[in-house]
């Protein structure tokens, strides 16, 4: 099991709520990755960070945010839900090294729905 | 937004049968590939990895096979048991980036 979790797992939440998703590895990982799934699709990368104060967008355009102040630490903010934002969010970490296998270890998801 | 995996391709097998799953790369510079197991609910967990200066790679109950020539990769999963449903990811990396590019996945179904 990787030491990589994310909570709440499942959250229901009407229109222009503000939310922030968690995640925290215990790994000690400077690479940590957020992606977005919807059912039985495949995973797109939406926001990633090399390491602390480091953030990027991913391939996929989000209205999410994310920020990175601790290396355990990289949750990820959305200002105002909306319907469109419905679906499964996956944290993931990785270890450093270009040139290292750079397996990522996933959470077990938080599941958003928006109403 | 809220998709339904209608797209999913769906393998199903008897148990104790071999899986073959089959996966299209898209980058002939990727150095690095990546089977994951996602099962109902829950994140993927790492199943295998190959390099590319390999063809094959075995693992417990599983086989990765790498053609570089056509771009192709497969898990083989001998003997396949009840646990092993799933949907099946395949991600793929250059060596110049830290980034994993995941296929579309596959789902096992396996029949007792």
């Known amino acids: 099991e990787a030491d990589i979790y994310q909570t709440p797992r499942y959250l229901v939440i009407g229109t222009g709520k503000k939310i922030t998703l968690e995640c925290s590895q215990t790994m000690g990982h400077d690479k940590m990755y957020w992606y977005q799934q919807d059912p039985g699709m495949e995973l797109h990368l939406i926001h990633y960070s090399y390491g602390v104060n480091s953030t990027e967008k991913g391939d996929l355009s989000s209205e999410s945010t994310v920020s990175r102040i601790r290396t355990e630490h990289f949750p990820l903010t959305l200002e105002s839900a909306r319907p469109s934002h419905t679906s499964q969010y996956l944290c993931?970490?990785?270890?450093?090294?270009?040139?290292?296998?750079?397996?990522?270890?996933f959470g077990p998801g938080t599941r958003l729905t928006v109403l | 937004g809220e998709n339904v995996g209608l797209h999913l391709p769906t393998l199903s097998v008897q148990e104790g049968d071999n899986s073959i799953i089959n996966c299209a790369y898209s980058n002939s510079a990727s150095d690095y590939f990546i089977w994951y197991k996602q099962e109902s609910g829950k994140g993927p967990q790492f199943i295998i990895d190959i390099r590319s200066n390999m063809d094959k790679r075995q693992g417990q109950r599983v086989t990765v096979l790498l053609n570089k020539t056509v771009k192709h990769l497969s898990l083989q999963i001998a003997a396949t048991q009840p646990g092993d449903s799933a949907v099946y990811f395949c991600a793929e990396k250059q060596d110049s980036s830290y980034k994993l590019i995941f296929g579309s996945g596959t789902r096992l179904l396996v029949r007792p």
């Open positions: 993931a970490s990785s270890a450093r090294g270009l040139l290292t296998n750079n397996e990522q270890f």
